[in-house]
């Protein structure tokens, strides 16, 4: 049987101590205060990569696109403009498709 500290009543301590998200939560705070900051960044990429990869139909707007072919927004739109990337309009809005752009970069490099 678990004993509790005097000062805390035994609610508190099973709302704060013995949730499955309370801890979660702290197990994944104290992992992240030992995580470079460079590290971090490259899963963040990763998994944005990896959602891409997910959904090869899925539509991209310009922030998805520059993602996947390494490029600034600015580079991307200069090509659209310039009609050296694959690119559909919508509108005012530049739609791009995974499966091309990867074509494209393919045959570019």
């Known amino acids: 049987m678990k004993t509790y500290?005097?000062?805390?009543?035994?609610t508190t301590y099973r709302e704060e101590e013995t949730t499955f998200d309370g801890l979660?939560?702290?197990?994944?705070?104290?992992a992240l205060l030992n995580v470079s900051e460079p590290l971090i960044e490259?899963?963040?990429?990763?998994?944005?990569?990896?959602?891409i990869a997910d959904d090869t139909e899925?539509?991209?707007?310009?922030?998805?696109?520059?993602?996947l072919v390494k490029k600034s927004?600015?580079?991307v739109y200069a090509y659209c403009s310039q009609?050296?990337?694959?690119?559909?309009?919508s509108g005012s809005r530049n739609i791009?498709?995974?499966k091309e752009l990867i074509e494209w970069l393919r045959s570019n490099r």
């Open 5 to 10: 500290p005097s000062n805390i009543t035994k």
């Open 24 to 30: 979660v939560q702290r197990l994944v705070e104290k």
């Open 42 to 51: 490259t899963v963040v990429e990763r998994v944005i990569t990896r959602k």
């Open 58 to 67: 899925h539509p991209m707007e310009i922030e998805e696109a520059a993602l």
């Open 73 to 75: 927004k600015q580079t």
């Open 83 to 89: 009609g050296k990337i694959p690119f559909h309009k």
């Open 96 to 98: 791009f498709f995974r």
